[in-house]
């Protein structure tokens, strides 16, 4: 059972303008969030991570926000550039558990 | 980049042979992970180390076995492959437990 969902497969989004990209999970033991980028035939790299103690983290372009009530979070990208089409997974953790639990991911084009 | 090298990048063998998978840090972390990474369920955590030695197992950990025999390497062993196997494996390292990790650049493994 996926206990961390990325709902939406694929996004396309005009150069400039913002990407969303959003993450619900199930497990409400879950403290700590990740996002990682992926680009074809290369492995994940990590983006930004957000703890439970916080709404909102921030790293130039990117921004993610946790809404815990609602066990979503969501990766915020500003502007989107034609460099920032891969995919990115969003990843779950337990501070009491032993692994990450990752999204299935979802592939972002921004279009020049 | 962190220093991770997978090998095989590729592989293709046949259902019933061993096949070893080998990953290879330069950085000295503590922690290493196999995932595999499959359509429709993101990342998955096969077996993690947290010391040579010291391995446990993730999610989908049957039909694998690892060995750290040092610091630096990790090998993950299909005792005899089935074509359930066929994924991209890919090999992490984090410096400690629920930290981010930093991922290798994956091996296509193909059962036929």
């Known amino acids: 059972d996926q206990q961390v969902k990325q709902n939406s497969p694929s996004l396309s989004v005009q150069e400039g303008r913002i990407s969303i990209l959003n993450c619900d999970y199930t497990?409400?033991?879950?403290?700590?969030f990740l996002w990682y980028k992926k680009y074809p035939a290369e492995g994940p790299t990590f983006l930004i991570s957000?703890?439970?103690?916080?709404d909102k983290n921030e790293d130039g372009r990117f921004t993610v926000f946790l809404n815990k009530s609602a066990k979503h979070l969501s990766l915020h990208i500003v502007p989107s550039q034609p460099g920032d089409s891969a995919v990115y997974f969003c990843?779950?953790?337990?501070?009491?558990?032993?692994?990450?639990?990752f999204g299935t991911g979802t592939s972002l084009t921004v279009i020049p | 980049d962190a220093g991770i090298t997978q090998s095989p990048r590729h592989k293709v063998t046949e259902t019933g042979t061993p096949v070893t998978l080998r990953c290879h840090q330069t950085?000295?972390?503590?922690?290493m992970y196999w995932y595999r990474q499959d359509p429709g369920h993101g990342l998955r955590l096969i077996h993690y180390?947290?010391?040579?030695?010291?391995?446990d197992k993730g999610e989908v950990s049957d039909g694998y076995s690892v060995s750290r025999s040092k610091t630096e390497d990790f090998l993950l062993t299909l005792e005899s492959a089935t074509s359930s196997q066929t994924s991209v494996y890919f090999c992490?390292?984090?410096?400690?437990?629920?930290?981010?990790?930093?991922f290798g650049d994956g091996t296509r493994l193909s059962i036929l």
């Open positions: 992490a390292i984090s410096e400690g437990w629920n930290q981010p990790q930093h």
């Open positions: 497990n409400s033991m879950f403290d700590y």
């Open positions: 957000i703890s439970s103690i916080k």
């Open positions: 990843a779950a953790s337990a501070q009491v558990g032993n692994q990450f639990y």
């Open positions: 950085e000295n972390h503590r922690y």
């Open positions: 180390s947290y010391g040579v030695k010291d391995t």
